[in-house]
């Protein structure tokens, strides 16, 4: 799928552009030095219409990242809220992947990033399963990457910040390479971390596991699978995990606005428990999909409709 030949609009620094003429110049700060904050967003099509899941919660973490980053803003969270609705009705999607980007512009050159002006750009796509829809239902091989997770003060890792994708990038291409499906990240102290964009989560007997967010960003789809748990009476325990310790789960599953709710059927060539999707990951694909479509309504605040 091209991205640079597509018919539809883009809404760039207020106002809707076709997607052809959204361009930037060669010297925009951003793409040399990779200061830039961007978010991940989903749309469904529900039987109301298509709403967008948890969009105040994503433009919020958006506004947080600028903030941690020092970056300003000339636009508000309702702009840029009603900005996305604007995207997703006008490229006439009933489902939607969303991709809210605030970057520097090229009004100069140089690491001090001084006198520059915050742009704001969306779009939006039809976008499927990011890990493929076979590996929705059987699971995914994983492998631990030799690259480790970013430290909490080489980057100030609670930030979505574009650069800090490279080490994604690197981790997510190694493991491929190899065969695999996608990387497991470890930290600097060698505890899990989390996917190259994905949080991870652990059953062992009966109880749900994460790594604390000491080096993992702060996933709206992790807390949303949180309250899930939560809501079905499921234990829950933040806490370290070791790589053997995913060795000898029950289940494991990968969380991310892309991927969704994804299965682990192995990882470092050992399959995890019989190799087939468990009964607690099957409850949170299954849940999740019901609240973001609409069926389940318990938080109608999770949904803002287009």
């Not at 961007?38 to 433009?59: L, N, P, Q, W």
């Not at 995207?87 to 690491?111: D, H, T, W």
């Not at 933040?238 to 053997?244: A, L, P, V, W």
Request: charged share 25%; glycine share 8%.
């Amino acid at each position: 799928m091209r991205f640079d030949i597509r018919d539809g609009y883009i809404w760039l620094d207020g106002e809707l552009v076709t997607w052809k003429d959204a361009k930037i110049h060669i010297l925009t700060h951003s793409l040399h030095y990779g200061l830039a904050v961007f978010e991940g967003v989903r749309a469904y099509k529900t039987s109301s219409g298509t709403a967008i899941f948890r969009r105040d919660d994503h433009t919020n973490r958006l506004f947080a990242s600028m903030k941690i980053m020092g970056m300003s803003c000339d636009y508000s969270k309702e702009l840029i809220n009603n900005a996305q609705n604007i995207v997703v009705k006008q490229n006439n999607l009933s489902s939607a992947y969303i991709r809210p980007i605030c970057f520097y512009g090229a009004e100069g050159m140089g690491l001090k990033a001084k006198d520059l002006k915050t742009h704001c750009a969306i779009a939006a796509w039809e976008w499927s399963s990011y890990l493929g829809e076979d590996n929705m239902k059987h699971g995914i091989r994983l492998k631990t990457s030799s690259y480790r997770r970013l430290s909490a003060n080489s980057s100030l890792s609670k930030a979505k910040v574009s650069g800090n994708y490279v080490n994604s990038i690197l981790a997510s291409n190694e493991v491929v390479a190899d065969g695999y499906d996608e990387a497991l990240l470890l930290d600097e102290k060698g505890s899990v971390a989390e996917g190259p964009g994905e949080n991870i989560f652990m059953v062992r007997d009966g109880t749900l596991y994460t790594p604390t967010l000491e080096f993992a960003l702060e996933g709206i789809t992790r807390d949303t699978i949180i309250v899930i748990a939560k809501q079905h009476r499921i234990p829950i325990v933040e806490r370290s995990i070791s790589r053997d310790e995913l060795y000898c789960a029950d289940e494991i599953f990968l969380t991310g606005t892309a991927a969704e709710v994804v299965p682990v059927r192995s990882l470092d060539h050992r399959v995890i428990k019989n190799g087939e999707v468990g009964p607690i990951t099957i409850l949170m694909q299954e849940t999740y999909r019901k609240i973001v479509t609409g069926v389940i309504t318990e938080k109608p605040e999770w949904l803002s409709y287009v």
